[in-house]
């Protein structure tokens, strides 16, 4: 399985854009990059998936590049309530995620 | 609809005793996990049910864990002789149907989790 890395933590003010950026340099052909978001005292919950260029739905972006080994999160407008912690994995088919110890996010008034 | 459950939510427990844990994950969901996070670390594969096939239990920590899954829906994670080391929260996630192995990577929907305390 590919292995992430991204930034421990990250500070932001609310009404801020906020940008996660994820490295998966050993990313298979056959993988997707997804994130996930945990809030304290909960399991994780889906945010976005997506395999290159640029995905978008109600909650985020995901922005991938052509050599898909980095992926950027992107929340904008945060608010407090945004404050949780973020992870990216990559995976294909219905196999174990790994997760890693994600980026955990502060929003801040 | 109902989401994946988790029970108990809370369990405190004496050093050496064994707990149970039990998941109801969603209808019609194929794939079950477990996993573990321990206080501010990130979450760590435990096991993983698909349909009839075998599990794979390549992330048990020790033979003191055990899983199952009757009936291709509840699954109970057996901890005995516990130890302090295995306080944790203990998640439970569920999948639909497998996709193909090309293709994208099966959302998981999570339960809120038991929080295991050894003393």
């Known amino acids: 399985l590919a292995k992430t890395t991204q930034p421990i933590s990250m500070d932001s003010y609310e009404g801020q854009e906020v940008n996660i950026t994820c490295s998966h340099n050993?990313?298979?052909?056959?993988?997707?990059i997804t994130w996930y978001q945990q809030f304290p005292s909960q399991g994780p919950r889906f945010i976005i998936q997506g395999y290159k260029t640029k995905v978008t739905n109600e909650v985020a972006s995901l922005f991938i590049p052509a050599d898909r080994k980095s992926s950027t999160l992107s929340l904008p407008r945060v608010s407090l309530s945004d404050t949780a912690v973020y992870y990216c994995l990559v995976a294909s088919g219905n196999t174990p995620l790994v997760f890693g110890k994600g980026t955990r996010l502060s929003v801040i008034a | 609809g109902a989401g994946v459950s988790q029970s108990p939510s809370n369990k405190v427990t004496e050093k050496g005793k064994d707990v149970e844990l039990r998941c109801d994950p969603i209808s019609g969901h194929t794939a079950l996990y477990w996993y573990r996070q321990s206080l501010g670390q990130g979450l760590e594969f435990l096991i993983y049910f698909q349909g009839n096939s075998a599990p794979d239990k390549s992330g048990l920590p020790s033979d003191r864990f055990s899983a199952e899954r009757t009936g291709g829906s509840v699954s109970t994670l057996t901890i005995q002789r516990t130890q302090q080391e295995d306080s944790a929260v203990y998640l439970c996630?569920?999948?639909?149907?497998?996709?193909?192995?090309?293709?994208?990577?099966?959302?998981?929907?999570f339960g809120p989790g038991t929080r295991l305390l050894v003393l």
């Open positions: 996630a569920s999948s639909p149907k497998p996709q193909l192995a090309v293709g994208p990577g099966g959302t998981q929907y």
């Open positions: 050993n990313i298979a052909t056959n993988d997707y």
